[in-house]
Nanobody, 115 residues
Framework: QVQVVESGGGAVQPGGSLRLSCAASAGIGSFGDMGWYRQAPGKQRDFVASITRGGSIRYAEFVEGRFTISRNNAKNTMYLQMNNLEPEDTAVYYC?????????WGQGTQVTVSS
């Protein structure tokens, strides 16, 4: 069975940093495109960043160079290094991973940025 599990969220002060991880597993095989999305209460789920298996990267404009996405194909794991966090970054962050062309979502990990 396909599993996608996020971790690394938490509560930090403005200007702080967090490193999110997404571990994807499917028993046998690897994953294709992967990405991070976030959703704050009462708001839509927004695209944050994505990375293909070959390493092609896209970022949302609001990231403003503060976040870095990466992946380890051997471990089927994706990361999101978040620096200089702001209160507007507060949201549940979700991992999306593609397997044989189909998308799979994790349960999300909470990121809270406040003083």
């Amino acid at each position: 069975q396909v599993q996608v599990v996020e971790s690394g969220g938490g509560a930090v002060q403005p200007g702080g940093s967090l490193r999110l991880s997404c571990a994807a597993s499917a028993g046998i095989g690897s994953f294709g495109d992967m990405g991070w999305y976030r959703q704050a209460p009462g708001k839509q789920r927004d695209f944050v960043a994505s990375i293909t298996r070959g390493g092609s990267i896209r970022y949302a404009e609001f990231v403003e160079g503060r976040f870095t996405i990466s992946r380890n194909n051997a471990k089927n794991t994706m990361y999101l290094q978040m620096n200089n966090l702001e209160p507007e970054d507060t949201a549940v962050y979700y991992c999306n991973a593609h397997r044989l062309g189909s998308p799979y979502w994790g349960q999300g990990t909470q990121v809270t940025v406040s003083s």
